[in-house]
């Protein structure tokens, strides 16, 4: 069964600073991994979408690394903002079905 | 822009009502999913549909239902809510095909008494 890491649980940075979110996952046999966005009390934004065969994705501030074989993915986000605080969860999409497994999320805060 | 919405953001039940919490896309999605968010838990999926009266069980649909009469609608029913079931519920949806990003809603936080 699939098993979907996120580290650090929690990352306090204070504005300005690049940083780095990690993702993990047990069974390489993915179709795609998604990035998204939670605010509190709110639903899931996508933020990147990463298809298997692809290395990496970018949006803006964001980009979104994969790598397939070691089961990991990335998410850099540059000159971080306070906007940036929220959580972000990052979930994989077996070849299986359509179901996506989760991650337990990175709550991010950024300090002005 | 693909939009998802939910009935309610907030719902307070009483223990043993039947409640039904709708979920409604206008981006002609195939797939529909309902999930339950709780803390230390995750995301959890209850249940998903591909199509139309089609449905499939996720990793935890005991003591819920689901209901899909019109491609855009999708409707999660617990028969007899229970104070374990109060939690954020969320639904989402996506092109049949697999590979395609999951749209979400806004949430239904649900509370039981």
């Known amino acids: 069964k699939q098993e979907v890491t996120q580290i650090p649980a929690a990352l306090s940075v204070p504005e300005g600073e690049n940083l780095v979110l990690n993702c993990s996952f047990t069974?390489?046999?993915?179709?795609?991994l998604q990035w998204f966005r939670q605010d509190p009390g709110k639903g899931l934004t996508s933020l990147l979408l990463?298809?298997?065969?692809?290395r990496e994705q970018t949006s803006g501030r964001l980009n979104a690394s994969l790598d397939k074989s070691s089961g990991r993915s990335t998410l850099y986000i540059a000159a971080s903002q306070p906007g940036d605080s929220a959580t972000y969860l990052c979930?994989?999409?077996?070849?299986?079905?359509?179901?996506?497994?989760f991650g337990g999320g990175t709550r991010l805060m950024v300090k002005p | 822009d693909v939009k998802v919405t939910q009935s309610s953001r907030y719902l307070v039940k009483r223990t043993g009502e039947k409640v039904f919490l709708e979920c409604v896309q206008d981006?002609?999605?195939?797939?529909m999913f309902w999930y339950r968010q709780d803390p230390g838990l995750g995301l959890r999926l209850i249940y998903f549909?591909?199509?139309?009266?089609?449905?499939e069980k996720g990793d935890i649909p005991e003591g819920y239902s689901v209901s899909r009469e019109k491609k855009e609608r999708f409707s999660l029913i617990l028969e007899s809510a229970s104070t374990n079931q109060t939690s954020m519920y969320l639904c989402?949806?996506?092109?049949?095909?697999?590979?395609?990003?999951?749209?979400f809603g806004p949430g239904t936080r649900l509370t039981v008494l």
């Open positions: 069974d390489s046999a993915i179709y795609n």
């Open positions: 990463i298809q298997s065969s692809q």
């Open positions: 981006m002609d999605h195939e797939n």
């Open positions: 549909s591909y199509d139309v009266k089609m449905k």
């Open positions: 979930a994989v999409l077996g070849n299986a079905g359509n179901m996506l497994t």
């Open positions: 989402a949806s996506s092109f049949l095909l697999g590979g395609n990003e999951q749209f």
